[in-house]
């Protein structure tokens, strides 16, 4: 059973350019988040999405957009980076069960992002 | 607003050693949930154990024990008998529901001397 696969690994853009950051979450998980991680810190949500929807955000910019597909997979877009935009980002699955009631979140490796 | 924090920046102990990582925490929140969890340096957070607010008795999983204590909003992870297999980044994290955001703390970065 694959877990939480996230491509591409690492990345590297330059500053204004556009970047998209795929997941797959766990084999029976509907519901998919998006954590930012600098260095040294702890992760910081971005937005989950739920049955195709924006569920919950977190604080952060317009320029950070997501996707959840029928298949539940997800993408996050960044447009115009900025230097601050360099972090690892984690994917994280769940499954709903009823209403806010689920399963704990499992991580994907992340992508490391990098802005030049 | 949710807040974790994780006083604890860096912890090195001998291999064998029993090491105790804090997590203390703020919800206004009547029923919210607990993780904690280990980041290895491959970068996934790996999911270790989850403990609702209204069930404060302790868990032992193996060597890993977990005290939360209410009255102290404190969610204390020990691992006993440590290994260098142990070395890691541990999060403490917070939600209001399983299926909700998490809010991580800084994170404890241990480190296991053989």
């Known amino acids: 059973d694959a877990g939480v696969t996230q491509s591409p690994t690492h990345l590297i853009k330059t500053r204004g350019q556009q970047v998209t950051l795929r997941c797959s979450p766990k084999?029976?998980?509907?519901?998919v988040s998006w954590y930012q991680q600098a260095l040294g810190q702890g992760p910081q949500f971005i937005f989950q999405?739920?049955?195709?929807?924006?569920?919950q955000r977190g604080n952060f910019p317009d320029r950070f957009s997501g996707h959840q597909f029928p298949n539940y997979s997800s993408e996050l877009n960044v447009n115009a980076l900025l230097l601050g935009d360099s972090a690892l980002y984690l994917c994280?699955?769940?499954?709903?069960?009823?209403?806010?009631?689920?399963?704990?979140?499992?991580f994907g490796q992340g992508t490391r992002l990098t802005v030049v | 607003a949710q807040k974790v924090t994780q006083a604890q920046t860096e912890i090195s102990v001998v291999e064998k050693e029993d090491v105790t990582l804090d997590c203390v925490y703020e919800?206004?929140?009547?029923?919210?949930?607990l993780f904690w969890y280990k980041q290895p340096p491959s970068g996934e957070l790996v999911f270790l154990i989850r403990?609702?607010?209204?069930?404060?008795q302790n868990e032992i999983s193996g060597r890993y024990s977990w005290n939360f204590q209410k009255s102290t909003s404190s969610f204390n992870f020990t691992i006993t008998a440590s290994q260098v297999v142990d070395s890691a980044v541990y999060f403490c994290?917070?939600?209001?529901?399983?299926?909700?955001?998490?809010?991580f703390g800084t994170g404890t970065r241990l480190t296991i001397i053989p």
């Open positions: 999405y739920y049955e195709e929807e924006e569920r």
């Open positions: 994280a699955s769940s499954h709903v069960v009823t209403g806010t009631r689920g399963t704990e979140a499992f």
């Open positions: 994290a917070l939600s209001e529901a399983v299926n909700e955001k998490l809010t």
């Open positions: 084999s029976g998980h509907d519901t």
């Open positions: 403990r609702n607010s209204f069930d404060e």
């Open positions: 919800t206004r929140d009547t029923t919210y949930y």
